[in-house]
């Protein structure tokens, strides 16, 4: 019985693309790999092997003519490492308990050329490797969401808030008001990480 079973798990398990328990979700796979890794959704990563930002390539289904945005997040952050007791009611939640979240990169304009992601615009949150300090693992995702004409960013975003690598605005991001503003991710994978 169990070894009939173990097919059906893995194909279940191969559906989603976001980490379970996430807040937003796809079934989409997004294409990444760092210079030596490739992402498999759920596999751990040495810290090593993601210093520069991952190479992000499109599915067949994408279409060649739209704009997206990649956002890249850590979701286990633990919140000791960002608040104080009195403010843990104010804090995005992670996806384990006492955790909250971290943006690590944030690019936009992002269009198809020859079979690549190519954008000319700067990033929004400049790409900054994970760097777990740690031995808990945590949780690295990679979203792709569609860019519709006329999106602006939230006005944090545009000032720069996000942009230095080691500004604290990064910790406890959320996705919301992007989900709210362009929809559920389009594509997406994630890798696990701590330290080493």
């Not at 739209?66 to 104010?90: E, F, G, H, K």
């Not at 740690?134 to 860019?147: A, G, K, R, V």
């Not at 996000?162 to 008001?177: E, G």
Request: net charge negative.
């Amino acid at each position: 019985m169990l070894r009939s079973l173990v097919p059906f798990l893995f194909a279940a398990g191969a559906l989603a693309q976001t980490p379970p328990g996430s807040f937003a979700y796809t079934k989409n796979n997004l294409g990444a790999a760092f210079q030596n890794a490739t992402i498999t959704p759920g596999v751990w990563i040495s810290p090593d092997d993601v210093s520069d930002q991952p190479a992000i390539w499109p599915s067949k289904k994408m279409q060649r003519d739209s704009r997206y945005m990649i956002i890249m997040m850590d979701l286990n952050i633990p919140d000791s490492d960002v608040t104080t007791a009195s403010y843990y009611d104010t804090l995005v939640p992670g996806l384990a308990t006492n955790t909250t979240t971290r943006v690590h990169w944030w690019g936009g304009n992002y269009t198809i050329e020859n079979g690549q992601f190519v954008n000319s615009s700067d990033s929004l949150a400049e790409y900054t490797a994970p760097r777990p300090r740690d031995s808990t693992n945590h949780t690295y995702t990679l979203y792709l969401f569609d860019q519709p004409a006329g999106y602006v960013p939230p006005q944090a975003a545009l000032d720069g808030t996000y942009y230095s690598q080691n500004t604290d605005a990064r910790f406890n991001f959320s996705l919301a008001p992007i989900v709210e503003a362009v929809g559920e991710p389009v594509a997406a994978t994630y890798f696990l990480s701590d330290e080493v």
